[in-house]
């Protein structure tokens, strides 16, 4: 077992009109000595933005913006930007979030050059309803049964005039180009799916998906494995290069009488070849065990979402109780021994 310290929590509430119910699941980029954080500002109502906020180090607060660096501006997110997370490659910051239309919630993504002006350029992720998406899985004899139980909303069609479509979610890019193409990490319950070799994102056509779907095994990335993520999983946080492979910190669900339970997952991928695990964790990273992760808006959740790495220490920044951001350290050095004391088949 490997120990994690639990740093307490950072960012809270306030009384200001954007974040008066709850702050949550940032992003995190490091700069120099500062994190710069992008989490997700929740207000009256359940709507949400994305405020910012500047770390000195990876722990201390030394700026907050008392508005909004991001606002909901179009009909695919103008009940809510949820989730973000954020890379670099090479002169561009790749902000992706949740778009939230009061139905549907989708993966978009929005760019920059100076982490301030920020370029939206809509919805990412295929837009497709569950009959389009239960036909093209057909194709696939060994589809997990579980996707037809979470995404037919329970035979709903249209909601509020908006037609139905399968929930993609948990959208980030890796932070460099493999082999000089992009490779992402999306979520359709109850697994975790990967993009792959895409040359520009603007290739991420109807026709795109149509071939995906139809090949759809073939992108699936992370399937639950263990008692922790018997559920479902999810995507975390942005991939990690390190010497050993890709680090990824994922979020696994577990079903439970108190409700599910939501806890940070690492698994490790290889560095050139990404769709192939090398090494997972049978046990929990950290999971809900302090008041402030127990109870909150949503209970039993430690959502992680972003990370810095400062002198060899990793830090996590996750959402606790969907009420407020928290963070979580390690030895990177003794995750990745113990993942590597882990492999799989793939990995020996």
């Not at 949740?98 to 920059?112: E, I, M, P, Q, R």
């Not at 295929?126 to 004899?141: G, H, M, R, V």
């Not at 127990?294 to 959502?303: D, L, P, Y």
């Amino acid at each position: 077992m490997i120990t994690v310290k639990k740093e307490g929590i950072i960012l809270e509430k306030t009384t200001l009109f954007f974040e008066n119910e709850g702050v949550l699941n940032p992003a995190a980029f490091k700069e120099d000595n500062c994190v710069h954080l992008f989490y997700r500002a929740v207000s009256t109502g359940n709507h949400s933005s994305i405020g910012y906020c500047k770390l000195d180090g990876p722990l201390t607060v030394q700026t907050r913006n008392e508005q909004p660096i991001l606002v909901p501006q179009f009909d695919y997110e103008s009940q809510g930007m949820e989730d973000p997370r954020i890379v670099k490659i090479e002169d561009t910051y790749y902000l992706t979030y949740t778009g939230f239309d009061g139905v549907n919630a989708l993966g978009c993504l929005a760019t920059s050059t100076d982490l301030i002006h920020f370029e939206k350029k809509g919805i990412m992720v295929p837009q497709i309803s569950y009959e389009e998406f239960n036909a093209l899985a057909k194709t696939n004899d060994s589809i997990h049964e579980k996707y037809f139980r979470f995404n037919e909303h329970s035979g709903i069609l249209e909601k509020n005039g908006i037609k139905m479509l399968v929930w993609d979610k948990n959208l980030m890019l890796f932070p460099r180009k493999i082999k000089g193409k992009f490779y992402l990490i999306h979520r359709i319950r109850p697994e975790v799916q990967i993009i792959f070799g895409v040359e520009r994102l603007e290739d991420l056509t109807p026709a795109y998906w149509t071939e995906y779907f139809e090949n759809y095994n073939n992108f699936i990335l992370l399937s639950p494995k263990y008692d922790h993520e018997v559920s479902y999983i999810g995507g975390g946080c942005p991939p990690i290069e390190t010497p050993q492979g890709w680090l990824i910190i994922y979020h696994g669900v577990k079903d439970s009488l108190n409700g599910y339970i939501y806890s940070a997952c690492a698994a490790l991928f290889d560095l050139e070849n990404p769709q192939l695990e090398i090494a997972r964790l049978p046990y929990p990273l950290f999971q809900p065990e302090l008041i402030w992760e127990i109870k909150g808006e949503v209970n039993n959740v430690c959502f992680p979402t972003g990370t810095a790495i400062f002198q060899g220490i990793l830090y996590i920044y996750y959402g606790a109780a969907d009420e407020r951001i928290a963070c979580a350290s390690i030895k990177l050095s003794e995750l990745l021994n113990e993942l590597v004391s882990n492999k799989n088949e793939h990995g020996k």
